[in-house]
């Protein structure tokens, strides 16, 4: 489907659909407590028996085209593996000359792909399997493939970006964070310089010479931040360019290309994007925004915020603010205006405007109560040394560096933490999520949870989700859901079947929503004399260490949930035996994606495995399903309540289903609203990008 954005490139599609994805079906109906892993070839045609019933039962054209790619693929293998690097570099290179002749790539794919698997075997002692040869061909044709956690997306990956990098015009791979895009890259490098490509990695702290290296080459790993940021960017230079250039009166323009700075990105061609649910999906209701420094009035804000701060605890609910359910928007009472009148002000608060003051105050409450540290962000130091906020991502886990709230959500978290308060913004440039990826001609994705956002990632990205079978049976086993009646009595719980876990020697992996519950948990754990790790946004420097040894025997490691993605845990020797690695799920994530995120820790490429759910009636999904009235009388429930509680299992997912539900309605506003505005900017004559429609 042709875009109608008239400032955006048609993509081509292959008029394909997700009808071979059942967005219903749960990756839990196919799991069992064991199974034999498959033959490599039934011996015929060279494709694996696992993909023999994928097929052959009911196959759709797609499917039985796919086949034929692949047997096409597996034919070329013997040939390659006699030849020398040489001859196979040279090859990739009679590739390229003919892909920038303007040869197909569907033509090439074949021998593209088959030199791929054999300088993966050759460098990194990886060979492709059928299964994520099938993934590359479906990444290829502009789906998001959803291969299972442990399948191999990283080494899956090289496959389309090196099909793209061909027609010379670059491949971008976009990951959720700078850790991710560097390990991927170096991990990769290998292959892609075995067929004469060249590797990119953008990074934050990155300077813009490097930048414009990075891009320049054959692959780009990076963040879809880092992407986003640098057209936006390379956008405003190219504005200021052109208007200096049209200030010069008849210089030329080859008198002044050679001059000052140049655009970093050389275009926008093919994008893979890793997590893809996570990226376009759970991160597309924040814009990315490069602000425009205010001079004017600058102490007043910040003195008012610091008033805002000090003042907010004297505040209460339902007597001087009300909470709008649906919105969260929180709106002063008559009451609560006339205690903003009565309290003492400085001279600078004022002479600011009477209305402008309520809003200060009512963002000055609405972060007292809801915007927790160690949960929503961290303080750690910055620049020079000085303390600075850093925004907790609430479905990585992670930090998220450079990011601020905004609407002066920021300022008042800073006045609350008694820190310098950075200057409000204005708006430079600005460009969603959606809109980034929109832009390129060619987009693919692929993510271990995507089967239930296929709908959504189909209506606004025209990237149909396709479920890619596992290479071996997977036998990971679900135990009986634990719901009790509070944090401590579920706290308790989890401690006393990781004591019994420990005890077999099989590892645990207890994932948490939040660092403060993360470190409440590591608190039991070390009063029971548990030895574990630790593993959340404080630490994040460690990460790799901690998760290699995870699947050691007896190991035990708490972690947010920033285990969920990203990262692979191998087992150590003796342990599959046991039984696998355990997973404890601590509470429900607002997205059940995350939640099979980490699940997929465990009973990784057919071993064993297993995990638990646990719940509590004071979960913080019930009051996001349901509202606080109904949430605080489940949690008084819960109070009174001793052991078990499974009747109520089915009230947490009713509650994830309605918040997922509600931001998918926030998503669709948010590209609702974008579309309008930059709709009217066109109108006026306006850059969408980098002018505000005010």
């Keep these: 489907m042709p875009s109608s954005d008239p400032d955006q490139p048609n993509r081509a599609t292959d008029s394909i659909d997700a009808t071979d994805t059942d967005p219903a079906t749960d990756s839990e109906a196919s799991e069992s407590s064991g199974g034999a892993p498959p033959t490599r070839s039934d011996g015929r045609d060279g494709v694996s028996s696992q993909l023999g019933s994928v097929f052959t039962t009911g196959a759709s054209p797609r499917m039985l085209r ?17 030849e020398d690097d040489v001859t196979l570099r040279k090859r990739s290179l009679a590739l390229r000359y003919r892909a920038m002749s303007g040869e197909k790539l569907a033509s090439l794919l074949p021998e593209a792909y088959a030199l791929v698997r054999e300088a993966g075997r050759r460098a990194l002692n990886m060979r492709h399997y059928d299964v994520q040869m099938i993934g590359g061909i479906c990444l290829y044709e502009g789906c998001v493939a959803e291969m299972q956690t442990g399948e191999g997306k990283t080494l899956t990956a090289t496959l389309p970006l090196y099909l793209h990098s061909l027609s010379g015009k670059g491949a ?26 060249t590797v990119g990695i953008i990074q934050t702290a990155d300077d813009q010479p490097s930048r414009r290296k990075s891009y320049a080459a054959s692959v780009t790993y990076g963040t879809a931040k880092e992407f986003g940021f640098d057209f936006l960017r390379d956008r405003l230079l190219l504005r200021a360019q052109n208007r200096l250039q049209t200030e010069m009166l008849g210089d030329g323009a080859d008198g002044f290309s050679g001059s000052g700075d140049q655009p970093v990105m050389r275009g926008m061609h093919f994008c893979l994007v890793d997590e893809a649910d996570s990226i376009l999906i759970d991160e597309a209701r924040t814009p990315l925004i490069i602000g425009s420094i205010e001079d004017t009035v600058r102490d007043q804000i910040v003195e008012t915020y610091r008033w805002g701060a000090e003042h907010a605890p004297e505040y209460e609910l339902d007597e001087h603010y009300i909470i709008d359910d649906e919105t969260k928007q929180y709106e002063l009472t008559a009451k609560g205006r006339q205690k903003v009148r009565s309290i003492k002000k400085s001279d600078l608060v004022r002479t600011v405007g009477l209305v402008d003051l ?34 907790v991502d609430e479905f990585t886990g992670r930090l998220a560096e450079g990011r601020k709230w905004r609407d002066g959500i920021h300022q008042a978290i800073e006045a609350k933490e008694n820190l310098e308060i950075s200057v409000p913004t204005g708006q430079a440039a600005r460009i969603t999520i959606q809109d980034l990826f929109l832009r390129y001609p060619h987009l693919a994705g692929m993510t271990g949870t995507a089967a239930t956002s296929a709908r959504e990632m189909k209506k606004i990205y025209r990237t149909p989700v396709i479920r890619v079978p596992t290479n071996r049976p997977p036998r990971r086993v679900r135990l009986k859901d634990n719901v009790m009646g509070d944090i401590e009595k579920k706290f308790a719980a989890i401690v006393e079947e990781t004591v019994e876990m420990n005890q077999t020697g099989r590892p645990v992996l207890i994932g948490t929503r939040s660092i403060d519950k993360s470190v409440r948990l590591s608190q039991l754990l070390t009063e029971r004399g548990i030895e574990h790790k630790v593993l959340n946004a404080n630490n994040v420097e460690a990460e790799a260490e901690i998760v290699e040894q995870a699947g050691g025997e007896g190991k035990v490691t708490v972690a947010t949930n920033m285990a969920g993605r990203g990262t692979d845990v191998k087992l150590a020797p003796g342990v599959e035996s046991k039984g696998g690695m355990h997973v404890i799920c601590t509470e429900l994530h607002d997205a059940a994606r995350v939640d099979r995120q980490l699940i997929g820790r465990c009973g990784r490429q057919g071993d064993r495995g297993s995990y638990r759910q646990y719940l509590s009636l004071d979960d913080d999904i019930l009051k996001g399903g349901f509202g606080p009235d109904k949430a605080e009388r489940l949690k008084r429930i819960g109070e ?43 109108e006026i004559g306006q850059d969408p990008y980098l002018d505000t429609p005010d």
Excluded at 66 to 82: A, D, F, M, S, Y
């Design 66 to 82: 796919w086949r034929r790619k692949l047997v096409q693929i597996n034919e070329l293998e013997p040939e390659l593996t006699g």
């Design 172 to 197: 971008h791979l976009a990951t959720v964070n700078d850790y991710l895009a560097k390990r991927d890259a170096e991990w990769m490098t290998p292959l892609f310089e075995r067929l004469g490509l």
């Design 640 to 682: 009174t309540a001793t052991g078990e509680l499974p009747a109520y299992a089915k009230l947490f997912t009713k509650a994830q289903r309605k918040v997922e539900r509600k931001h998918f309605r926030d998503r669709m506003v948010l590209l609702h609203h974008e579309k309008e505005r930059k709709k009217m900017q066109r």
């Design 358 to 391: 309520y809003e200060f105050a009512e963002r000055s409450i609405k972060v007292h109560a809801e915007f927790l540290k160690e949960r929503q962000y961290v303080v750690r130091p910055g620049e020079q040394g000085k303390p600075e906020i850093v925004i």
